[in-house]
């Protein structure tokens, strides 16, 4: 599978439910997290993570990209947008997120549908991993 695009409140409450755990238990959804040595760096080989946000029909100048050994899990906090992701359309909005595996051409913003706030997870962090 190239990308994975789900709904973040669903899958939370799945993954609660199969764990068997409370709604104010703190839990990793994606990822072991646990062994980075210094928790308090901003960016590290482990991951990178980037806040976003763009206006409705602000619509930038983004090229098509390709992470070659990161994977990238995106998070619309809130917002619409519409993008592709290998060569598919693909519209995100409040509350879905989309993880995207190395190799996998994608450009998440093409389109600004109303204004949108989101967070880009990469892992690992690797310099110049990025292909435009």
Do not use: C
């Amino acid at each position: 599978m190239k990308y994975k695009k789900g709904k973040t409140e669903k899958d939370l409450l799945l993954f609660i439910q199969n764990q068997q755990i409370g709604l104010t238990d703190s839990v990793w959804l994606f990822g072991n997290l646990d062994n980075l040595k210094d928790r308090d760096q901003e960016k590290n080989d482990n991951f990178e993570m980037k806040y976003w946000a763009f206006t409705k029909n602000d619509n930038p100048p983004h090229k098509p990209k390709t992470q070659n050994q990161s994977t990238e899990y995106t998070f619309i906090i809130k917002g619409k947008v519409e993008g592709k992701v290998a060569g598919e359309s693909i519209v995100l909005e409040t509350g879905e997120y989309v993880i995207i595996q190395p190799k996998t051409e994608s450009n998440l913003i093409e389109k600004v549908i109303e204004n949108t706030v989101g967070i880009t997870i990469k892992a690992p962090s690797i310099k110049r991993d990025t292909i435009r």
